[in-house]
Every structure is written in structure tokens, then in C-alpha cells.
């Protein structure tokens, strides 16, 4: 979705849906929702870069549903990170959200828990639904990759330890899905990507 094609995701059990990640207009979503017979309840947000909320207010308008995402991040509002506009890229809608720790979150039927995953931003959060054996890590994990932590607030000793110790820690076949390109597994990567070669040994 958006102008860099990040990943968006709804997750949904017996008519009830979570997205995660909206990062451009939001019509698949809701379109997607519809035909299926699903009500959306809550717009879960990894972190608040501009290309992962581009559609997180027209989400929030057209279902109602709150947006919840990692209160250390609320500086990037204040940035062209977090509000768009720099290189030509549209600004980003203005959206409340609530202020999510890590914890088990109360999304009804399905089954979530936050987990603190700074790095990439200072408030990034990944989000585990073991009823899917599943992990949405937005951009702290890519498939033979890691994100970038040059932006402001990023550290690359805090991305390696969140990876090890919370997405790493995770059965070895959970999907990991990330904020760009092609999911991959846990075991996959503590085998194979190159900035973890020591689970290789």
C-alpha cells in the first residue's frame, strides 16, 4: 500500500478484523472487510513512520475502529518521518491513537500481544497472534535483512537485541511478516540472515 509499497495486514477470526500497518489509501481494506463480513475493530500501528499511517485517519473515519500505537514514538508526529511531506511524498492525515506498552492487548476474539521492539524507532512494536502463528514486525525485520536504523531514534544495538530477544524467542515456525517485502519464518532467519550469524553456529 502507498508510495512505497509497504505491507499492510488484516487479521481477522469469526467476523472480526484487525489491521495492521495502513500505509496508503485504505479502499482494499475496507473493500476486503466487506466481502467477507468483517468488522473491524482496531488499527494496530508498528511505528510511526509516514509510509506505515498514510491511511490510518481514512481507516479510522470509515470504521470507527481506534488506532493503537507505540507512545515513544509520538515524536515523529513533529517530523517529516512521521507527517510526511519530504522528497515529494504527500503529508499524512492528521489521527488520534492510543499509547500501546508491551502486553496483551484486549481485541476480543483474537488473540495479540504487543511486544516492545525498539530499533528502527524508539517506540516500534511488533505484534504476536499465536492463534495464527504469526508476528507483524514492521520494518525492525526483513527477510535476510534488518531496517535501517539511521533515521532519528534509530539504534542498531537496541534492533539486534529486540530481534533476539522477542522475535527470535518465538516458536521457530512463526511467520514473520514484515513492513516490506516477503514473509519469511523465525527458524529462517536465525539460520540465514546474515546480521544474526551466530545462530548459525
Do not use: W
Request: with cysteine.
Amino acid at each position: 500500500m502507498g508510495p512505497l509499497e509497504t505491507n499492510g495486514y488484516l487479521v481477522h477470526l469469526n467476523g472480526a478484523a484487525v489491521a495492521v500497518d495502513p500505509g496508503g489509501a485504505p479502499r482494499p481494506m475496507l473493500q476486503y472487510a466487506e466481502k467477507n463480513g468483517l468488522a473491524l475493530t482496531h488499527i494496530l500501528i508498528t511505528h510511526l513512520h509516514f509510509d506505515h499511517i498514510y491511511g490510518a485517519a481514512a481507516l479510522a473515519e470509515a470504521s470507527g475502529a481506534p488506532v493503537l500505537a507505540g507512545g515513544a514514538d509520538a515524536f515523529l508526529m513533529e517530523t517529516e518521518l512521521g507527517r510526511g511531506g519530504a522528497f515529494g511524498f504527500p503529508r499524512v492525515a492528521p489521527f488520534s491513537y492510543q499509547p500501546v506498552e508491551e502486553g496483551d492487548l484486549d481485541l476480543g476474539t483474537i488473540a495479540c500481544r504487543a511486544l516492545a521492539t525498539p530499533g528502527h524507532t524508539p517506540g516500534s512494536l511488533s505484534f504476536h497472534f499465536p492463534q495464527a502463528g504469526a508476528v507483524i514486525v514492521g520494518d525492525l525485520l526483513f527477510h535476510r535483512s534488518i531496517g535501517r536504523t539511521d533515521f532519528p531514534g534509530g539504534d542498531l544495538d537496541a534492533l539486534r537485541r529486540s530481534v533476539v530477544q522477542k522475535i527470535f524467542t518465538l516458536p521457530d515456525d512463526t511467520v514473520v511478516y514484515p513492513g516490506h517485502g516477503p514473509e519469511t519464518t523465525v527458524g529462517a532467519e536465525k539460520l540465514n540472515n546474515p546480521y544474526f550469524t551466530e545462530f548459525s553456529l
